[in-house]
């Protein structure tokens, strides 16, 4: 089409509509497309004269089809750009600006044509073709009717919007007075919870110093009487040794018997005496590790030669299996040892057959020292229990212990930056694991 004259603007704006009707676009989209396109042919007929206007149908750059509008100037644009005069003319398409076409410089605008519209074949683009041709075109004053028609439409669905906006608008106050009516009354009842955490928390705070108080009484009470209890019981025990000397006047069978218990029993004081003198060394903090390279091959030596002396039962075989290189951690050699000493006795007293097993690896940068037994296992319930002081495993045989010794050997692992986890399941044995970093805490 040619852009020559006024009139021409109106048969433009005509067949973009009924271009952009024919292809399938939406009618507020054909509204679009043909007052953007009446808009830059008045700029155009203005500033150059006029323009040859051409009807296209292709693909975008993501390949979906558009119908496209060009309109060659019929003289150079001015710099070789164009600006609507109008801000508002770019939003109206979805593309508008000046490319080159064949060496020409042409303002182009497209728009793209919904997938719910019927396909484009080469075959419907020349039916449409025909029908545009044969089609002649209305007076600028039809068009202008149309027009008027078009803007009364929009300002009825303007006037729509405008009652179910007022409307909404009611709804929303309402629904912001109820809002703010349920704010108050649940800042009311916040505010009355925070008073009472308040006073909850002054409470356990309360709770918590005393309870600070009671631990730090029981830890001096624990080492006050352990440190006192060690001198009598170890008199006890070296009176009950030289009775059963063969230099002192010899007892009778049942004298040396009562003897024995008595010194057992001391035994068995001293050893309860030892481990609540511990415990309360570890609780109250004054147990500081002596920070070293350890060697766990000497480590689980010493152990090895210990033990095995210890172990009364044939069928129970302790297994220490050495170390893989380098063997060393940064840790408190006496208290690891202390640890897993504890750890295999426990094993040796408590499995009837079997092994006793203690093995090392690294893993993540960390060592994992393991004490496994084929005991009689202990229920995942009691997993933790166990660690609690003075517990011992429901229906397992008295074999002298106290329940101290756990607790202890947690306490001090996590003394040494690791952790100390069990593993068992009934039937099954157990596994205590003690981690460590190699570098250590």
Do not use: C
């Not at 074999?399 to 001090?412: D, E, F, K, W």
């Amino acid at each position: 089409m040619a852009l020559r004259v006024e009139h021409d603007i109106f048969v433009v704006r005509q067949r973009g509509r009924e271009v952009a009707a024919a292809v399938g676009l939406e009618h507020q989209d054909q509204i679009r497309l043909a007052t953007a396109l009446s808009e830059v042919a008045r700029d155009l007929l203005r500033a150059v004269g006029g323009a040859d206007v051409t009807f296209a149908v292709d693909l975008d750059e993501q390949g979906r089809p558009q119908v496209r509008v060009d309109l060659a100037p019929v003289r150079p644009l001015p710099d070789g750009r164009y600006e609507p005069h109008s801000g508002a003319v770019a939003r109206l398409v979805d593309m508008l600006g000046v490319v080159d076409r064949e060496g020409d410089t042409v303002v182009r605008m497209s728009r793209r044509v919904p997938v719910s519209s019927q396909a484009l074949t080469p075959e419907r683009l020349a039916e449409l073709r025909t029908e545009l041709g044969s089609s002649a075109p209305g007076s600028a004053l039809d068009e202008l009717a149309s027009q008027n028609e078009q803007l009364i439409a929009a300002l009825d669905e303007v006037r729509s919007q405008r009652d179910e906006l007022a409307v909404l608008n009611e709804e929303l106050q309402e629904t912001n007075q109820g809002v703010m009516a349920l704010y108050n009354q649940l800042t009311e009842e916040l505010e009355a919870t925070n008073q009472g955490v308040v006073a909850l928390y002054a409470e356990l705070d309360e709770k918590s110093a005393q309870l600070r108080s009671a631990s730090e009484s029981k830890s001096r009470f624990l080492a006050n009487v352990s440190h006192e209890l060690r001198a009598p019981v170890t008199a006890v025990i070296g009176l009950s040794r030289l009775l059963a000397d063969s230099a002192s006047d010899p007892l009778t069978e049942e004298q040396a018997q009562q003897v024995g218990l008595i010194r057992s029993s001391a035994t068995d004081l001293l050893s309860l005496v030892n481990e609540l003198l511990d415990l309360a060394k570890a609780e109250s903090g004054r147990l500081e590790p002596n920070w070293a390279e350890v060697d766990l091959r000497a480590v689980f030596g010493q152990l090895r030669g210990t033990l095995r002396a210890l172990s009364t039962r044939t069928d129970v075989e302790l297994v220490v299996e050495d170390p893989p290189p380098p063997g060393t951690v940064r840790s408190d050699e006496v208290l690891l040892a202390q640890v897993l000493r504890n750890l295999l006795h426990n094993g040796l007293k408590f499995t009837e057959r079997g092994e006793v097993r203690l093995r090392a690896e690294v893993r993540d940068e960390r060592w994992w020292l393991s004490v496994a037994d084929t005991g009689a296992g202990i229920a995942p319930e009691l997993h933790e229990r166990i660690f609690e002081e003075f517990y011992q495993v429901p229906g397992s045989p008295r074999i002298g212990g106290t329940g101290l010794g756990l607790p202890y050997a947690r306490r001090v692992v996590r003394l040494l930056g690791g952790t100390l986890e069990l593993t068992s399941e009934p039937g099954r044995g157990s596994t205590f694991t003690v981690t460590l970093p190699i570098g250590g805490a």
